[in-house]
């Protein structure tokens, strides 16, 4: 679990204290309870690098014993981490596979272009136990680790994880642990597992890459199931990963379906940096402009310089004037948010306002403060602006995930992205979002208005129970699940299948088919309900028949959100008029305003829950 | 004032206010019978238990199972006759424990239970009676009943729903409670029926009345342990209070509590499964979770190894009704206990089950909607009373033992021993097993009662209260049943599947993709019409597929190729079981590298959705429940057919929602997730853990 970072080119050295800076600024995702890295760093002469963990020095004369035909040089002792040493060896060959089933050693690592280093501690603190920070490497990959279903104190369950040539490191927790485990078991013969259940993503992606997939098809087939359902990673993942052939390393960074897990890119020159926070990017260099990784999205970096990117944001690009700093609270000097949030509540009673600079990622900004006016610079980091009332928010930049949850009666600008779970429980007031949006914005929205200008991710306005949400953008998948109350306007088409959560299409199909059959429903009616846009078409095309099809919706329990694809009727004209109006004079952004109102839109509102 | 022959109480004004006790209900089988009922009445009524410590018991929980070394059952029931009520009082013995700025008298967490679940009276009865007994309570996540705000000892919820929640109200407790999850519905969140939202409740949780209030199944801003511990520290730094975490006891409890106290919580309160709910889906409530009593020993330890337990609250809740289940759940490794039901059966309570229809009789988890109100005064002497009974027993049970603090015997399990139980479970909770046997109790199969909402609406059964686990406080009726759902907590989000994609479908053998993995038998047209309809496989249509055989368990198939179907014919409890057959080949199919050239089949005496998920998840890719279908057959005979249709339908639908719900607890979003996965299943029973190859509960 925890905070993942990467940095990756093909044409420059990077030192290793970048990588570090990365994960230092993602202190908050980890513990003292484990760190590690892993670069492309291939061992000269083509010998694979053997490295061990054990407890014991007969473990490793046992060790020593099986693989002793195999060894160029080794065991040294080359760190401990809680009584436990990390051994290396060089080898001639890959060790057979039963070292990874030997009692009382912990194989860290056998591979011939990677470098693997990991442990017990802070990111820091395990570089100086291996003494890296002199280390220069292509493509670096780090880890900070909050424990999830292991202990803290043992070192082999720290990440990254490594199988031959592929090092993973992983943020969350798969549901899939099982399944993948005992998929693995058959296919390398591998049975005695850390049980931290990140190390299947290693075992596996090295399959695949093995089995002669390229790495974008090989993360395909992890995220989807298909050819090999037992490689199916379910639940919520970020991983990023290298692998090392023999054309130089291939780095690469993928979210689960659902993005569960945030991951954020940014692109310079010849250089992919991916971290779990944006404002990490951004202590790294300031210049960075971090792009949010959708659920299903993937950033790959081929040896030869080729990219496959999918899912990524759009950087938006506004022209706005920051606030002067010379009388403005320098966040980074304050050490915690406690300390910072008190200057800011000082200010903010003395003055009325309060502006605040050099915002990298921090937390909980401005939490249960208000009333005044807040000038924001940077990137604002999680849980920030929640619980406030009053308060009249500008954010110049970024806000990572968490923004506004519980806020009343207080108005939100972000000229950039807003991250997921945005204006959770949002009682009342506004958020006006410039840039695009994470997913589940606005879920359970109890009152107020959220305008975007750009793209919404999936579970807009989910369980939202009133007030009013507008998109400019296009929006993903399951719009307005559980909805109660409230409107949503996309001034955009979406598909019947993404709003609610809709049936499969083929079991739809399906149904329609057999009453045609069994002569309930006219052949051509069936045709119109295929094609209808909105459940209310399929409804009203189907009459009394559509009861039993929305049993599939699970209708009696949530219902399905009533949605249309229609011009605007004329209250509905004056509605958005006024929002968008207050929008751009609260913004100062221009937009066609006459324009947007000509389009038709998608309306969605709260679903039927009771027929 | 007579209703239904009893005298029950007055009317004042437009209210009939309840201030007796009811004839009891009670559960004819399970934790929450009769007996129980008139035993928390008892104390309810004189302020002592009628029984102290009773002896081991064959059968129910491990609680049950455990008798404390070197302590006379008999005699110290006498000991506390002879010294009565003021004797007792006088016994300088302190049972109390640190709990944020307090000192509490007594151990005790009293569950938190929203204004809504109950209605108002009995919210308010509670807290005041918190602040008399000294102990804390919750105040659950419906919002501050301004009354319960008047009271000291509150602690408030943060929840999935946020209902309520402003930046006063967060502040106005001792502590802070992050709701995750609840040991009746690990994984499902917070549900307040429609019928119940009404008036000043929907006002409060700001949401249209009549609307179901339900909260999302995790918070949506912590699908990770770091998002928890960010969010302890959030509410930590804007409250000031201490914060705690309440999670469902899954299979990952002890790592998820350790995860809790690495974010510098207070404490967590682990609620086990057969704890009480308002709202439940019984799918969920019966097969998702793990007792408390196997968790607690294993997460004192884990906490121990990792340097976390100084300082550290470890309250354990689910099914905890008396003083020797406190004494016996501190001396497994918790400090204190989290109790509601036992709260309301003191306050009136009957165990109908029926909390969620707002129409509870004693007037506890009633709509406003409704005429009854509960005598707060009434109430508050009751709960009290109680309160003050279990203080006693614990004051007499910690003196017995020659201590005289409580909070000194924590995880002092070397005082306990364990009857009937198998050595794998004695292992788990780290208690000497002093006489062996079986923590399964079979009975024979009952006769199948479907739901009319699942004939006729499609609809998932929803009860309230809890106390029913499956082969441990009521009968199993084959191996399965003993096995525990995963459901995920904290570490990653269960999928609420009424909202979110959960994919069924399913490849068997014979090139056709499925809606479901539910074989549906052709023992009626109308079944055959409706699965067709709908995707799922027909069994006369699979049989067609040449490449199809049937055997019985016991039986190896000439090949692993095609369909193999597995039948057991009449279930009769003899080796080797259905289950166990399906692992067998499952594993011979994963050893042989041949799993993929054939689909499994478990055909059998099989009932439900948790049935099916458990088969597929030991390693069958469809099941074909007979039992289910035969049972809705009889019960439509003589319908036309369109009728029979339209119920098949329902069955059917209702089923793939028990398996989604099922899956969705334990966040796992595609069958192809959960076939062969048996890291989801865990065994409340050594022998059938062994045998099925799943880890026994706890781990």
């Known amino acids: 679990m925890c905070g993942i970072a990467g940095i990756a080119s093909t044409a420059t050295q990077i030192p290793f204290k970048d990588i570090l800076k990365v994960l230092k600024a993602m202190e908050f995702r980890g513990t003292e309870q484990g760190a590690g890295f892993a670069a492309h760093i291939p061992v000269d002469g083509g010998f694979i690098r053997f490295k061990v963990f054990a407890g014991d020095e007969d473990s490793i004369k046992v060790l020593t014993e099986v693989i002793k035909d195999l060894i160029i040089s080794g065991p040294d002792k080359v760190a401990t981490f809680n009584k436990v040493s990390v051994y290396e060896y060089y080898l001639s060959d890959y060790p057979p596979q039963s070292v990874y089933n030997s009692r009382g050693v912990w194989v860290l690592q056998a591979s011939k272009y990677l470098n693997v280093w990991k442990g017990v501690g802070w990111p820091y603190t395990v570089a100086e136990a291996y003494r890296l920070h002199n280390l220069m490497s292509n493509v670096w990959i780090g880890h900070t680790r909050y424990p999830t279903n292991s202990p803290g104190f043992k070192p082999w369950l720290t990440h990254p994880f490594t199988y031959r040539e592929t090092v993973i490191v992983h943020n969350g927790d798969l549901s899939s642990y099982g399944i993948n485990k005992r998929y693995i078991e058959f296919r390398l013969g591998i049975n005695n597992f850390t049980g931290n259940d990140s190390e299947s993503i290693a075992y596996l992606m090295n399959i695949l890459l093995n089995d002669g997939y390229r790495a974008d098809e090989a993360i395909n087939l992890l995220c989807t199931g298909e050819v090999i359902p037992e490689v199916k990673l379910d639940g919520p993942f970020a991983v990023i990963f290298i692998h090392g052939t023999s054309k130089g390393p291939i780095f690469g960074a993928f979210v689960d379906n659902h993005h569960l897990r945030p991951l954020y890119v940014a692109f310079s020159d010849d250089k992919v940096y991916v ?266 095309i189907l009459h009394d028949q559509f009861r039993q099809l929305s049993k599939l919706w699970g209708i009696l329990h949530v219902g399905y959100p009533h949605a249309e694809y229609r011009y605007l009727r004329d209250y509905e004209e004056l509605e958005l008029r006024n929002i968008l109006m207050n929008h751009v004079l609260i913004t100062k952004i221009p937009l066609n305003i006459d324009e947007i109102l000509l389009n038709k839109f998608t309306i969605i509102t709260a679903a039927k829950y009771k027929d | 004032m007579k209703e239904q022959g009893f005298n029950v109480g007055y009317i004042d004004k437009k209210y009939l206010i309840m201030n007796r006790y009811l004839p009891p209900l009670g559960d004819k089988l399970g934790f929450w019978n009769r007996l ?64 944020a700025s307090k000192r509490l008298s007594t151990p005790i967490y009293i569950g938190d239970m929203s204004f809504g679940a109950l209605s108002g009276n009995p919210n308010i009865a509670l807290a005041r009676a918190a602040d008399i007994a000294n102990v804390v309570i919750g105040i659950g996540e419906g919002g501050l009943h301004p009354e319960v705000g008047e009271c ?278 780290d208690v000497v097993l002093k006489e062996p046997g079986q923590i399964a109790w079979y009975e024979e199969p009952q006769e199948l009662d479907i739901p009319f909402e699942v004939m006729f609406y499609g609809k998932t059964p929803v009860v309230g209260m809890g106390g029913i686990v499956p082969g441990y406080t009521t009968p199993a009726e084959r191996p399965l049943d003993l096995l525990r759902i995963e459901a995920a907590q904290v570490t990653r989000p269960s999928i609420d599947p009424y909202r979110e994609e959960i994919d069924l479908r399913v490849a068997l053998h014979d090139g056709v993709t499925y809606e479901a993995p539910i074989v549906v038998p052709c023992i009626d047209d109308a079944l055959v019409d409706a699965a067709e309809a709908l995707g799922y496989p027909i069994e006369c249509e699979l049989l067609k597929y040449s490449k199809l055989v049937e055997v019985s368990p016991g039986t190896y198939p000439q090949t692993l190729e095609g369909i193999i179907i597995v039948d057991e014919g009449e279930f009769n409890g003899k080796r080797p079981w259905l289950e166990e057959w399906v692992v067998v080949l499952d594993d011979e199919g994963r050893r042989c590298r041949l799993r993929e050239k054939f689909a499994l089949v478990a055909a059998g005496r099989l009932k439900d959705g948790a049935d099916i998920y458990k088969l597929i998840a030991l390693g069958a890719d469809a099941v074909l429940p007979r039992a289910l279908f035969n049972s809705v057959k009889e019960r439509i005979h003589g319908e036309v057919k369109e009728r029979r249709i339209e119920v098949y339908e329902n069955v059917l639908i209702e089923l793939s929602w028990e398996l989604r719900l099922l899956m969705g607890a334990g966040g796992v979003t595609s069958y192809k997730s959960l076939r062969g996965n048996r890291w989801l299943l865990r065994s409340l029973d050594g022998y059938v853990a062994r045998v099925l190859n799943v880890d026994i509960a706890g781990i």
């Open chain 2, 152 to 429: 000291s000892n509150i602690v408030i919820q943060w929840a999935s729903g946020r209902f309520g929640i402003d930046r006063y109200m967060i502040r106005k407790g001792i502590a802070v409670t992050i709701k995750i999850g609840q040991g009746a519905k690990p994984g499902i969140g917070g549900h307040l029926p429609g019928e119940k939202v009404v008036d000043d409740i929907a006002k409060l949780r700001r949401i249209p009345p009549g609307s179901e209030a339900l909260s999302p199944a995790p918070h949506h801003d912590i699908y990770s342990i770091e998002d928890l511990a960010q969010r302890v520290r959030m509410l930590n730094e804007l409250t000031g209070k201490p914060v705690l975490v309440k999670a469902a006891a899954g299979h990952q409890a002890r790592f998820i509590a350790v995860g809790i106290a690495r974010a510098k919580a207070l404490g967590a309160i682990i609620d086990g499964a057969g704890a009480g709910t308002g709202a439940a889906p019984k799918i969920v409530r019966d097969h998702v979770g793990v007792p408390i009593d196997f968790v607690i020993s294993i997460t004192d330890r884990l906490l121990r190894d990792n340097g976390l337990r100084d300082g550290f609250l470890l309250i354990a809740g689910g099914m905890i009704a008396s003083g020797q289940d406190i004494f016996k759940s501190i001396l497994l490794g918790a400090n204190m206990v989290n109790i509601s039901t036992a709260l309301l059966i003191a306050m009136g309570c009957i165990m109908c089950h029926k909390c969620n229809t707002g129409k509870c009789p004693a007037a506890l988890t009633n709509s406003l909607s409704e005429p009854r109100r509960l005598d707060i005064g009434w109430g508050v002497k009751h709960a009290v009373n109680w309160l003050k009974a279990v203080e006693r027993s614990l004051k007499i049970l910690t003196y017995s033992l020659g201590e005289d603090k409580l909070q000194n015997l924590v995880g002092r399990r070397d005082l306990l021993e364990l009857y009937y139980a198998d050595k794998d479970v004695a292992e788990i909770i």
């Open chain 1, 275 to 540: 971290a779990s926070e944006a404002g990490a990017l951004k202590a790294l260099d300031h210049k960075l402009k971090p792009l949010m990784l959708r659920g299903g999205g993937m950033v790959i970096l081929y040896p030869d310089g080729e990219k496959v990117v999918k899912g990524l944001t759009e950087y938006k690009v506004f022209s706005y004037t920051t606030p002067p700093l010379n009388d403005g609270i320098n966040a980074l000097l304050y050490a915690n948010s406690v300390d910072l949030n008190k200057a800011i509540d000082d200010v903010l009673r003395s003055k009325g306002y309060a502006i605040v600079y050099n915002l990298l990622g921090h937390r909980y900004v401005a939490n249960g403060l208000g009333p005044g006016y807040l000038e924001l610079t940077g990137v604002v980091g999680n849980s920030s602006l929640n619980l406030i009332e009053g308060l009249d928010v500008r954010i110049y930049g970024q806000a990572q995930e968490d923004l506004a949850d519980c806020a009343e009666n207080s108005r939100i600008v972000v000229y950039g992205d807003v991250g997921d779970a945005t204006a959770q429980a949002m009682r009342s007031g506004e958020l006006h979002v410039l840039g695009n949006a994470g997913n589940r914005l606005g879920v359970q929205l109890r009152g107020g208005i959220v305008v975007v200008r750009g793209d919404v991710g999936d579970y807009l306005g989910e369980y939202m129970a009133g007030g009013t949400i507008v998109v400019l953008g296009s929006v993903g998948k399951y719009v307005g699940t559980g909805m109660v109350g409230g409107k949503i306007y996309i001034s955009n088409y979406v598909p019947l299948s993404n709003i609610g959560k809709a049936p499969p299409k083929t079991q739809v199909e399906r149904y329609l088919h057999a009453l045609v059959r069994r002569g309930k429903l006219p052949e051509d009616v069936a045709v119109k309900a295929l094609n209808a846009k909105s459940v209310s078409e399929l409804s009203n």
């Open chain 2, 36 to 99: 129980r009922i008139e035993g928390i009445r008892y104390a309810a009524e004189k302020g002592v238990e009628h029984e102290v410590l009773s002896r081991p018991k064959p059968r129910g929980r491990i609680l049950d199972r455990l008798s404390i070394k070197e302590v006379n059952v008999d005699a110290i029931n006498n000991l506390i006759q002879r010294l009565g009520i003021e004797g007792v009082d006088r016994l300088e013995v302190d049972v109390g424990v640190d709990f």
